[in-house]
């Protein structure tokens, strides 16, 4: 029984030391859309988003379904860690007023 505890703890331990590997998605923004249209990401496994505006003008970064809303001054980069809950297909927009309209959308992907 014993055993089997300090099995199951060096498990988590190795799991935890895992998680810890960088996992990055970037999403550029230039001339008024998102470069990446969809971004793929793993349910339960933490991701850090590192939005990188190349305009030279401000923009937002909203994802309703995980309550973000940055904005994003010209040429900032932006990194945000987020760990989806539940797969599904999660709408991305800018916003920024009009952009959303003049086609600033992408799409999160969270696979199972
Ligand atoms: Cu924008």
């Given at each position: 029984m014993l055993r089997f505890s300090m099995l199951h703890l060096l498990l988590a331990l190795w799991l935890t030391a895992c998680g810890?590997?960088?996992?990055?998605?970037?999403?550029t923004m230039k001339d008024m859309r998102f470069h990446e249209?969809?971004?793929h990401?793993?349910?339960?496994?933490?991701?850090?988003?590192r939005v990188v505006n190349q305009d030279g003008y401000a923009?937002?970064?909203?994802?309703d379904a995980f309550d973000l809303h940055?904005?994003?001054s010209a040429n900032e980069i932006l990194e945000l860690t987020i760990t989806p809950?539940?797969?599904g297909r999660y709408r991305i927009y800018c916003g920024a007023p009009g952009h959303e309209a003049a086609g600033m959308v992408g799409m999160l992907i969270v696979d199972e």
């Open positions: 810890g590997a960088s996992n990055t998605q970037t999403i249209e969809e971004v990401v793993k349910v339960g496994q933490p991701v850090t988003l923009h937002a970064f909203d994802i940055r904005p994003l809950e539940q797969a």
